[in-house]
């Protein structure tokens, strides 16, 4: 079946950047999503990108596409303690289900 | 405000008595999801609901139940023959399948 994923953890001191990878599997993919999860909460979406682009800004977040290395990556610039979470990566699959990775924590050192 | 809320926050149950979780959104979407997190996994798909009165199985639907009888809510049963009911379960909801999906604050279970 379709595959996503990640690293499990991350570790960056505050104010450098925060850069997570992820690979997926599905050449058909056509959304790709970050989200991000809180210590005991439910996910909340980050960005997304579509399938044509090969990168997306969106304030401090910066979404990288290489479709041919089926490689997705977000970057947080200047991380502050308040971005410590755990970031999924997901896909949308041809059957138009979500597949996720294992999620990254990411840990920020003073 | 529009959400999708979950219920209880923790729940303990003893071990071979059914719970069922609760699930409730205000955003009219119709597609809506049951996920299973453990530590250091990613989110597993229990079951999903396209539609009211239809839902389908995910991958590891052994052991839990559905029902989807209002658009409104998706509550799941988990039974005692789920064999280790102990994780933090996720529900979330999107337009269709293939949308962006939000996400309750998810139930902790911990069966004793």
């Known amino acids: 079946g379709e595959d996503v994923e990640q690293s499990l953890f991350l570790s960056v001191r505050e104010g450098d950047s925060s850069v997570i990878n992820c690979t997926y599997t599905d050449s058909s993919s056509t959304y790709l999503y970050w989200y991000k999860q809180e210590p005991g909460a439910g996910l909340q979406l980050l960005t997304y990108i579509f399938s044509n682009m090969d990168m997306k800004q969106d304030q401090r977040l910066t979404v990288l596409l290489n479709k041919k290395d089926k490689h997705l990556s977000l970057r947080i610039a200047d991380t502050q303690t308040g971005d410590s979470a755990i970031y999924f990566c997901a896909e949308i699959d041809s059957n138009y289900q979500l597949i996720w990775g294992a999620g990254t924590k990411l840990i920020i050192k003073p | 405000d529009g959400g999708i809320t979950q219920s209880p926050k923790y729940l303990f149950r003893k071990e071979g008595q059914n719970v069922t979780l609760s699930c409730e959104q205000n955003?009219?979407?119709?597609?809506m999801y049951w996920y299973r997190q453990d530590p250091g996994q990613g989110l597993r798909l229990i079951y999903y609901?396209?539609?009211?009165?239809?839902?389908q199985k995910g991958d590891i639907a052994e052991g839990y139940s559905v029902s989807r009888e209002k658009k409104e809510s998706f509550p799941l049963t988990v039974t005692s023959a789920q064999k280790n009911p102990t994780a933090f379960y996720l529900c979330?909801?999107?337009?269709?399948?293939?949308?962006?999906?939000?996400f309750g604050q998810g139930t902790r279970l911990t069966v004793v």
């Open positions: 609901s396209q539609i009211v009165n239809d839902f």
């Open positions: 979330a909801s999107s337009p269709d399948t293939a949308d962006e999906a939000f």
């Open positions: 955003l009219n979407h119709d597609a």
